[in-house]
């Protein structure tokens, strides 16, 4: 099992910046990719960014150069920091660990809120 725990949402006003940080924890060992997902308010949950266990990066075009996704392996953490935020960037943003055997695990969810 893995358990996944996201910290840093918040409220900020358009064009800020936000960090967000989601640790894993458990049986790490198994996970290969990780990412970041939102859901707006009577929206889909959409794919923000991804990133493997070697490191390459996949993200929406939505967000593409404005957003970085990034791992830290010996830490089992990965981040996704947010610049240049905007009011359609609000959303519950959640953290995704697909593992070996086709697992997938989530965070909580964190909320993000972007005020115009």
């Known amino acids: 099992q893995v358990q996944l725990v996201e910290s840093g949402g918040g409220l900020v006003q358009a064009g800020g910046s936000l960090r967000l940080s989601c640790a894993a924890s458990g049986s790490t060992f198994i996970i290969n990719t990780m990412g970041w997902y939102r859901q707006a308010p009577g929206r889909q949950r959409e794919l923000v960014a991804t990133?493997?266990?070697?490191?390459?990066?996949n993200y929406a075009d939505s967000v593409k150069g404005r957003f970085t996704i990034s791992r830290d392996n010996a830490k089992n953490t990965v981040y996704l920091q947010m610049n240049s935020l905007k009011p359609e960037d609000t959303a519950v943003y959640s953290c995704?660990?697909?593992?070996?055997?086709?697992?997938?695990?989530w965070g909580q969810g964190t909320q993000v809120t972007v005020s115009s």
């Open positions: 995704n660990a697909e593992a070996f055997l086709n697992r997938v695990y």
């Open positions: 990133i493997s266990r070697g490191g390459s990066t």
